[in-house]
C-alpha cells in the first residue's frame, strides 16, 4: 500500500464510522497526485477530516451528470465556472463562510446573479509562448504579434479551436488594443498564425514532443507544461512572456448544486486558499497561488527569474463573463479560421 493511501485510510479509521469524507474531483494524473499527497494528507491530519480524489477526464461534464452530487469539489477552468453558475449547478456560499477569501484578488471569485460565492480560484497558470531555445530566442517574441511574422511559416504549432477561441483569439485581440468584448483586433493575427503553424496539437503530449524534438520551434502554451518540462531535464524549453502580457488562466474549485457534508466542504475549500497549503502544491506542480499572501518556492523563482508580485503585474486577466456570453459564435469563426475558409 502507498504510503498516503494508509495514511488517509488511518486517519479516516480513527475519526470514527460515522466521518465526513470529502471527494475532491479533478482531471487524472500527476495534478491529482500532488493534491493528495501534498494537499489532502495534511489536510486530514489536521483537521481530522477524511478526503480523497477522484479522477474524471471531463470535470465540467461532471458537474452537468446527474450523479454530480457525489462530489464534493470540482475543479474547472474560470470559464467553465462561469458556465456552471449561468446553469445554476453549483451551490452559492456567503462570503462570512469563505473567510479566506480576504487574501484573494476579488476577479478570481466566481459569484453568481445574486452575488453569493459559486466559485474560488486556487491556483493559476498563464498562457505565454513556448519555444525551443535551440531554435530561437526569447527576443524573438517580445510580442504576441511576433508569431505572425513570416519567418514561421511551417514552425509553429497551434492549439485546438475550442481552446484558441477563449485563450488565443482573447489574448491577441488584447495585443492589438481590443478587448475581452472587443475581439476583431484580433481575428488577423490569429488567421497569420494559423497559417504559420505546421500544424494543430491534439493533446499536451503531443505539444511536448513536437516542442523536445524541434519539429516545432514555438507555440503559445501553458505555463505549468513548460515548467514540468524543464523539472523533467528538458532545459532547451523556455517560456517567453510578451511586453503585452501573459494570459491568466486561472483553476477554479466548485461544489456541485446537491452535494452533500456542507459544513466538511467549507473547512476544505478555506483551506484550499491557505497561503502556506498553495506554496506547498505550487512546488509540485508549477501552479502559481492565488493566495496574495503565498510566496513561491525559491527555486521557483530562480527559474521563473522574478517574485510572484513581479509576475502578477504582467498577467492579463480578461473579463470571462463576457467571453462565455458570446462563446459560440466566437468558436465559429476560430473553427473557420482553422478551416482555412477566412
Do not use: C
Not at 141 to 155: H, I, P
Not at 174 to 200: D, M, Q, V, Y
Not at 263 to 290: C, H, K, M, V, W
Amino acid at each position: 500500500m502507498k504510503p498516503w493511501v494508509f495514511a488517509l485510510s488511518m486517519l479516516a479509521a480513527s475519526a470514527g464510522p460515522s466521518a465526513a469524507e470529502v471527494i475532491h474531483a479533478t482531471w487524472g494524473g500527476g495534478g491529482a497526485a500532488v493534491l493528495r499527497d501534498y494537499f489532502q494528507v495534511p489536510f486530514t491530519q489536521k483537521t481530522g477530516i477524511a478526503a480523497r480524489m477522484a479522477e474524471v477526464p471531463n470535470t465540467a461534464g461532471a458537474v452537468r451528470s446527474p450523479s454530480a452530487s457525489q462530489y464534493n469539489v470540482v475543479e474547472v477552468t474560470y470559464f467553465e465556472a462561469i458556465g456552471l453558475a449561468k446553469s445554476n449547478l453549483l451551490e452559492a456560499f456567503e462570503d462570512k463562510e469563505i473567510p479566506a477569501i480576504a487574501n484573494l484578488p476579488k476577479e478570481l471569485v466566481v459569484r453568481n446573479k445574486d452575488g453569493k460565492i459559486v466559485g474560488l480560484a486556487t491556483h493559476f497558470g498563464y498562457y505565454g509562448i513556448a519555444f525551443n531555445n535551440t531554435l530561437a530566442k526569447a527576443s524573438d517574441f517580445q510580442s504576441w504579434n511576433d508569431l505572425t511574422d513570416a519567418r514561421w511559416k511551417g514552425k509553429l504549432a497551434v492549439t485546438r479551436p475550442v481552446y484558441a477561441t477563449s485563450y488565443d483569439l482573447t489574448i491577441l485581440a488584447h495585443a492589438n488594443g481590443g478587448s475581452s468584448a472587443k475581439i476583431e483586433p484580433g481575428i488577423e493575427p490569429l488567421k497569420a498564425i494559423f497559417a504559420n503553424s505546421l500544424t494543430t496539437y491534439t493533446s499536451l503530449a503531443h505539444m511536448n514532443t513536437l516542442l523536445t524534438r524541434g519539429e516545432v520551434t514555438a507555440a503559445p502554451f501553458y505555463s505549468t507544461r513548460v515548467w514540468s518540462l524543464r523539472r523533467d531535464g528538458q532545459k532547451t524549453i523556455e517560456l517567453a512572456i510578451p511586453k503585452e502580457g501573459a494570459l491568466m488562466l486561472p483553476y477554479v474549485v466548485v461544489v456541485p448544486k446537491g452535494s452533500a457534508e456542507r459544513a466538511q466542504t467549507i473547512t476544505y475549500l478555506n483551506e484550499l486558499l491557505d497561503a502556506a497549503a498553495q506554496t506547498r502544491i505550487s512546488g509540485q506542480n508549477g501552479s502559481i497561488p492565488t493566495n496574495n499572501k503565498a510566496v513561491l518556492p525559491p527555486e521557483y523563482e530562480q527559474d521563473l527569474g522574478m517574485t510572484r508580485e513581479a509576475l502578477m503585474k504582467k498577467m492579463y486577466i480578461p473579463d470571462w463573463n463576457v467571453i462565455v456570453s458570446d462563446y459560440e459564435d466566437r468558436l465559429n469563426r476560430v473553427e473557420q479560421i482553422a478551416a482555412g475558409k477566412r
